[in-house]
């Protein structure tokens, strides 16, 4: 063989190199275009998930709700009573404290919600009328300092940014505090609806003392509700929690337990 | 941590708790007791709690402390319950665990609160029937009260005796796996153990015993083979979601194949040219070769290559013991580990990648050098792998540096939530500064 093939061949190797590297970088300059792209989508996806934040604005809204339940405690009858009288069947309203607005006074009336009488046979006297819208006043308030306290967290969390953990850990602790101030308020004010059934049954025994036509207790009724509302919507905050560290676990978790495995006599 | 029976103790946790909130509530408003002919009016008066903490009877006010005890109990249950649930909530944080576990198990303590309660309240439903004035509160005369009650009790308690089943597993199975991770930190400590395999030949040197398997050894290979078939199929899964999200993007593969083919037609272009060797001459020789070979093997058969021989029989042998051992799945199990190798350990992939191109391409050259003489060839190999050598590190640099893999694309940042560019490494983290606002982050 000639040495002058010998040169060619080193000449066309030095060719080919420069050639492959050039194709290569032009296929590498393409698929990372293209790679871009596709990074650009995820991204997108990503905000979508990160964006999302479960009752951010709970606070307020048992701030809201707290206050509501104080306004109709305070201003919106507790009790509908319609009776028979001499003057014939009288209607009549009674507010919080036993207050009647239309200053009737009925003295039939006074004297069956005595503490003597009316809580021997409905259970309910005139002074529930003062105590329980009292307690509810307090509850309630006890309900505002939490939102209240709820919302500063927030507020701090935004400028001290806590551990994503901890934020819902207190938040589950708010929402257990509210949901056990719910389950006490409804087990105080669930003798109204107790009264009603009392009444039904010991009708015949009342008879002679007040004619009793109809009684609702609006207000025990109407808080109830809501308080039941409050209630739902503490568990279903604790449930989102519960939803939230378990999609945390699962992400972190693999599908499968992690093994150790030797192979070759080496672990893996 | 088994994230299922988590899930059933939660479920389990909120059915009880309306439970308990509805049963604390019926007990409170319900009538419970009917006195029959009240002060000779011949009504029947009745009673429930309100009522009975105003009477004046003595018999109906010792009732009363009964059922504040029950109550109580109730709302123990209700506070066990709700401390439970938390506790599942902190328990899946991965924090305060000693906490996560109290209150889990101040849950477990419910059915000892709804047990009592429930003796206390037949004890005193029964009280009620034994007495001659007193009776149960009714709707009809054949349905009492206490009767819904004790419905819901009961279910309360069914549902709270699997309740406590679940929460007594799922701590079972927390120590099992606090058990297995002492286990492994203290291997880890300790010195690796080989692997023992005992072959011993015998003095004939004809006889081979096969290595003894214990039964813990089977069981780990049983394990390892089940969670390597596990394995192979997440591969072959997440390769053909890969195949099918990169339809568009020519892959390495690809780029490699298209190169390939290129140089091959220009190699053939530049030096096939004027050649009229035909290649099929090539197929002659290692036939020739090889029936040369066995001739001078029969020949020359001395008692020393006799033993030799006996000895690579014996390794034949073994290799086939081996291979029975193993059969299909541990063949899987290679290839399985040594891609579970390649993924710990990335480098050592793109190096055997490269290796197999370096094969490749001495291949490619190997062929037109058989066409030529023996003499030339000689005489050119030397050159050609010199050369080829310096091409191949004057390819592997650029290649690492690609393999290296790093890739550019835009991150938005999250502080400033500006545009830049950025590089990331695929082998390992990186780490990325802003260029506006400086704040630092990583990229996995």
């Avoid at chain 1, 032009?26 to 905000?47: G, H, I, R, T, Y």
């Avoid at chain 2, 109290?102 to 037949?122: D, E, K, N, Q």
């Avoid at chain 2, 990169?246 to 030096?271: A, C, G, M, S, V």
């Avoid at chain 2, 001739?295 to 690579?312: H, R």
Wanted: charged fraction near 30%; aromatic fraction near 12%.
């Amino acid at each position: 063989m000639d040495l002058t093939e010998d040169i060619d061949f080193e000449e066309d190797t030095n060719i080919i190199d420069k050639k492959k590297e050039e194709m290569k970088k032009e296929f590498l300059d393409e698929n990372l275009k293209k790679a871009n792209v596709s990074f650009k989508k995820v991204n997108k996806n990503n905000k979508k998930i990160f964006k999302r934040k479960p009752f951010l604005k709970s606070g307020i809204l048992l701030i809201a709700i707290a206050i509501i339940c104080l306004i109709i405690s305070s201003y919106s009858p507790w009790m509908y009573i319609r009776y028979n009288s001499e003057n014939g069947s009288v209607e009549d309203v009674y507010y919080r404290y036993y207050d009647n607005k239309n200053n009737s006074n009925d003295e039939y009336v006074n004297n069956f919600f005595k503490t003597s009488n009316s809580s021997k046979l409905i259970g309910i006297s005139s002074d529930d009328f003062t105590n329980v819208p009292q307690s509810s006043f307090y509850i309630f308030i006890i309900m505002i300092v939490l939102g209240a306290l709820f919302t500063i967290f927030e507020i701090i969390n935004k400028f001290k940014k806590f551990s994503r953990q901890i934020r819902t850990i207190i938040h589950t602790f708010f929402s257990l505090g509210t949901a056990i101030i719910c389950i006490y308020y409804i087990f105080i004010i669930v003798k109204f609806l107790g009264a009603n059934i009392m009444l039904s049954h010991n009708l015949n025994i009342i008879k002679p003392s007040l004619d009793i036509l109809n009684i609702v207790f609006i207000n025990p009724i109407i808080l109830m509700f809501i308080v039941a509302g409050i209630l739902k919507l503490s568990f279903t905050m604790l449930k989102i929690n519960f939803k939230e560290f378990e999609n945390i676990y699962k992400s972190n978790q693999p599908e499968k337990t992690m093994k150790n495995y030797r192979y070759k006599g080496e672990k893996i | 941590m088994n994230i299922d029976s988590i899930n059933s103790i939660k479920r389990k946790s909120i059915f009880l708790l309306f439970l308990s909130i509805l049963l604390l509530m019926l007990i409170n408003f319900l009538p419970i007791l009917a006195v029959e002919n009240y002060d000779d009016t011949g009504f029947t008066k009745f009673y429930n709690l309100e009522n009975m903490k105003n009477s004046d009877n003595n018999e109906i006010y010792n009732i009363v402390d009964n059922l504040n005890i029950i109550i109580i109990l109730i709302w123990a249950c209700i506070l066990s319950l709700l401390f439970c649930f938390v506790g599942l909530i902190i328990k899946l944080s991965e924090r305060f665990h000693s906490l996560s576990n109290i209150l889990i198990f101040f849950g477990a303590l419910s059915i000892g609160f709804s047990y009592l309660s429930f003796y206390l309240y037949i004890t005193q439903n029964l009280e009620i029937y034994n007495n001659e004035f007193l009776k149960p509160a009714y709707i009809i005369e054949s349905f009492d009260y206490l009767f819904i009650v004790i419905g819901f009790f009961v279910l309360f308690m069914l549902v709270d005796i699997y309740y406590v089943y679940n929460i007594a597993q799922f701590f079972y199975d927390n120590k099992k796996d606090q058990k297995k991770k002492e286990k492994k930190i203290n291997s880890k400590k300790k010195s690796p153990k080989k692997i023992q395999e005992e072959k011993t030949i015998d003095k004939s040197g004809k006889t081979l015993k096969e290595p003894k398997i214990d039964v813990k050894d089977k069981e780990e290979k049983e394990e390892l083979e089940d969670w390597l078939k596990t394995e192979i199929k997440k591969m072959e899964i997440k390769d053909k979601q890969n195949l099918e999200k990169n339809k568009d993007l020519p892959t390495e593969n690809l780029i490699d194949e298209n190169l390939d083919k290129k140089i091959q037609d220009n190699e053939k272009e530049e030096f096939f040219e004027n050649d009229n060797i035909k290649i099929e001459e090539n197929k002659e020789y290692p036939k020739q070769d090889n029936n040369i070979e066995k001739q001078i093997e029969k020949e020359e058969k001395t008692p020393f290559k006799q033993k030799q021989d006996n000895i690579s029989d014996l390794k034949i042998e073994e290799k086939e013991i081996s291979e029975n051992q193993s059969k299909q799945p541990l063949k899987s199990l290679d290839e399985a580990l040594s891609n579970a190798v390649a993924k710990k350990r990335p480098g050592i992939k793109k190096i055997e990648d490269l290796e197999d191109k370096k094969e490749n391409i001495e291949k490619k050259i190997e062929e037109p050098i058989k066409k030529e003489d023996k003499d030339s060839k000689e005489e050119t190999e030397l050159k050609t792998d010199k050369q080829e050598e310096e091409s191949y590190k004057e390819e592997i640099k650029p290649n690492q540096e690609i393999s290296a893999n790093t890739k550019k694309f835009n991150v938005k940042c999250p502080k400033c939530s500006k545009i830049f560019e950025a590089t990331k490494n695929e082998n390992g983290v990186t780490v990325i500064k802003c260029p506006y606002c400086g704040k630092e982050g990583v990229i996995k």
